[in-house]
């Protein structure tokens, strides 16, 4: 009996220790179900900001793949922009000989008329004009047989040649005006 007694007594015990952790197994699945939701809710939350993060590697692909499109134009225009410079440079420097030329051909010309006709009444002859007119700054360094032969177009910048200048002179009474222009146009 007092083993009977000692194995109830024991027994007893272990069902309270049994009820503690019953008890304490329920505590533990309620904050196991607790913490499964806020893992559910993080998981929601993660899978939200991997779809956004989808969206947003989509929209930089898209304006990478612009600014690629936009690259390649800039480099054509830029190209073409170079082309037309150097059309414009060589039409430039095709349209100085053409005026160089038509000068020569109006100082052949008027010293054919002046070689076969009668002195024509005094006129003003331009020996030199310089100006703004796109020329390099140092268009006028030049060798003394550039200043010899003349050089340049009348209406631009232009110098007339020491020969020619002799062989007009060298004979009769000259004189000579300056007319000197500011960049604003007024008159000296």
Do not use: C
């Not at 076969?116 to 009444?121: D, L, V």
């Amino acid at each position: 009996e007092e083993l009977q007694e000692e194995v109830i007594a024991r027994m007893d015990a272990e069902d309270v220790k049994l009820d503690e952790l019953q008890v304490q197994h329920h505590e533990l699945q309620g904050k196991l179900d607790e913490v499964q939701v806020q893992n559910n809710e993080l998981q929601g939350k993660v899978d939200e900001v991997q779809v956004q993060n989808h969206d947003l590697q989509e929209k930089l692909d898209e304006v990478q793949v612009q600014q690629l499109e936009l690259q390649g134009k800039v480099d054509s225009m830029e190209g073409k922009l170079d082309e037309v410079q150097q059309q414009n440079q060589d039409l430039r420097g095709k349209m100085d000989t053409v005026e160089e030329k038509m000068d020569d051909l109006k100082l052949l010309l008027e010293k054919v008329v002046t070689n076969s006709a009668p002195p024509a009444p005094p006129q003003w002859i331009t020996i030199q004009r310089r100006g703004q007119y796109g020329n390099l700054a140092n268009f006028f360094a030049k060798s003394m047989n550039d200043y010899k032969t003349g050089f340049g177009n009348v209406n631009r910048d232009f110098w007339l040649g020491l020969d020619e200048l002799a062989r007009l002179t060298k004979d009769g009474k000259w004189e000579m005006q300056v007319d000197l222009v500011d960049y604003a146009g007024k008159r000296y």
